[in-house]
């Protein structure tokens, strides 16, 4: 089945302790990117990636890291989570990234206390 | 910086009611792409719109694209207990094609 994987789904962590939330997909899509998610805030993009080894910021990307090593991985990375960072987040996947519509993972709801 | 405001943030109807929801971005956009999340979900692809004026139909559901491509709209006839959710508008800044910036959602509840 074609789905785009987070884990873990559900994390509760305390501050400074570093996480990484994994994202893989098996579509063999281009593009991939993470989301965060808030009340009232809709999804707001935290990085994206246009290929292997092409990373970019997106709008929050401010405490968190990326990587793409490989055309399915894209690890989002806390290396000091703060509880500012307690969020809803997505990863989502696409084949190209400019025409296609995104194909969403199924979320990891993360609190720092 | 770039924004994609979208009106209302919450609406209520009874079944059978139309529904619509508006998305303006405060710059010309490439294309759009509309989901929708339902409660405790993620969000699902619907359709995206890519030339100047357009229109597309799923069933109950109208998209359309505004002449300038900086706005959109999505109109619901008739609505169903099965189309509660939040519906997001998507745009791609025509000169960050990277991007995907998402509006704020409109959150549909349905009375039956």
């Known amino acids: 089945e074609a789905q785009v994987t987070q884990n873990p789904r559900y994390l509760i962590t305390v501050t400074g302790k570093k996480l990484t939330v994994t994202c893989s997909q098996n579509m063999n899509h281009e593009y991939m990117s993470w989301y965060r998610q808030d009340p009232g805030l809709g999804l707001r993009q935290i990085y994206y990636s246009m290929n292997v080894e092409v990373t970019d910021k997106g709008d929050v990307p401010e405490g968190y890291k990326v990587s793409r090593k490989e055309k399915r991985n894209f690890p989002l990375i806390l290396e000091s989570p703060s509880p500012n960072q307690t969020s809803l987040y997505f990863c989502a996947s696409s084949l190209r990234g400019q025409g296609d519509g995104y194909t969403f993972g199924s979320g990891t709801r993360l609190t720092v206390v | 910086g770039q924004q994609v405001m979208q009106i209302p943030q919450y609406q209520h109807v009874q079944e059978g009611e139309d529904f619509t929801t508006y998305c303006n971005s405060s ?22 719109l890519v030339k100047s004026g357009e229109v597309k139909k799923q069933k109950r559901l109208t998209f359309q694209f505004g002449e300038a491509k900086k706005n959109s709209s999505l109109h619901i006839t008739a609505t169903q207990t099965t189309d509660v959710g939040t519906y ?18 409109t959150e549909l509840s349905v009375k039956p």
């Not at chain 2, 997001?88 to 959602?105: D, N, W």
């Open chain 2, 27 to 48: 710059t010309t956009l490439s294309n759009i792409q509309w989901y929708k999340q339902r409660p405790g979900g993620h969000p699902v692809f619907l359709i995206q």
């Open chain 2, 88 to 105: 997001f508008c998507a745009g791609r800044p025509l000169t960050q094609g990277g991007k995907l910036i998402f509006g704020q959602g």
